[in-house]
């Protein structure tokens, strides 16, 4: 079945802990998005990328980063910097970047601070 | 910046009752609109989405959503409610033009009482 695969579902993080959330997708798709979801707060964007070796910052980058060495992978790595890394994780694609494309999502990962 | 603004963060219907999660937009210029829902501990999945053409927009499940431009509106509904409808509902929208981002409404909680 094609679809996006997020890993792990549970991570832990230690204070001065850089920690990589995995993004996998077999659709085909070109755009990536990685969104951070707070309770109340709904989803805001933190990294997108339109297409491979490309990347762009969302409304919250800091202390974030990404790379698209692939089609298929979205890596996130939360750094030290990100000071309140708690919170649940969405990685999504779409077919292309244009803005009336549906985002298919994955299961998301919750991060939280040890 | 486009905006949208989801009116009652918990909505408790009864079990066949109509159900109404209200949606509100902030552009200027009719922008693309879409509904997801997200079920506990997972990913979005799309309702449906409004992109041109027919106001009325039907989408999975037996919801449907109407834009109304006059209101910068495109309200959710469902005829009658199931028990498999708790859930929560995000609006999204994103501009015609340029630039790659979907903004998210802070969700609505759907509670269905049997």
């Known amino acids: 079945d094609g679809g996006i695969t997020q890993s792990p579902k549970y991570l832990f993080r230690k204070e001065g802990q850089n920690v990589t959330l995995s993004c996998e997708q077999n659709l085909n798709h070109d755009a990536m998005y990685w969104y951070r979801q707070d309770p109340g707060q709904g989803l805001r964007l933190i990294y997108y990328s339109q297409i491979v070796n490309d990347f762009q910052k969302g409304d919250i980058a800091e202390g974030y980063s990404v790379s698209r060495e692939k089609k298929e992978s979205f890596p996130l790595t939360v750094t030290s910097a990100q000071k309140n890394p708690t919170a649940f994780y969405l990685c999504?694609?779409?077919?292309?970047?244009?803005?009336?494309?549906?985002?298919?999502f994955g299961s998301g990962t919750q991060l939280s601070v040890l | 910046a486009q905006s949208v603004t989801q009116l009652g963060s918990h909505v408790s219907v009864s079990e066949g009752a109509l159900v109404l999660l209200r949606c509100n937009y902030s552009s200027s210029v009719p922008p693309y609109l879409f509904w997801y829902v997200q079920y506990p501990n997972q990913g979005l999945q799309l309702l449906l989405k409004?992109?041109?053409?027919?106001?009325l927009v039907k989408g999975i499940n037996g919801f449907e959503a109407e834009f109304k431009k006059s209101e910068t509106s495109f309200h959710l509904t469902k005829p009658s409610a199931h028990m498999s409808d708790a859930a929560e509902y995000f609006c999204?929208?994103?501009?015609?033009?340029?630039?790659?981002?979907?903004?998210f409404g802070t969700g609505t909680s759907l509670t269905v009482i049997p």
């Open positions: 409004y992109t041109s053409a027919a106001t």
């Open positions: 999204a929208v994103s501009d015609r033009g340029t630039g790659n981002q979907f903004y």
């Open positions: 999504a694609s779409s077919i292309t970047a244009g803005t009336n494309e549906k985002l298919f």
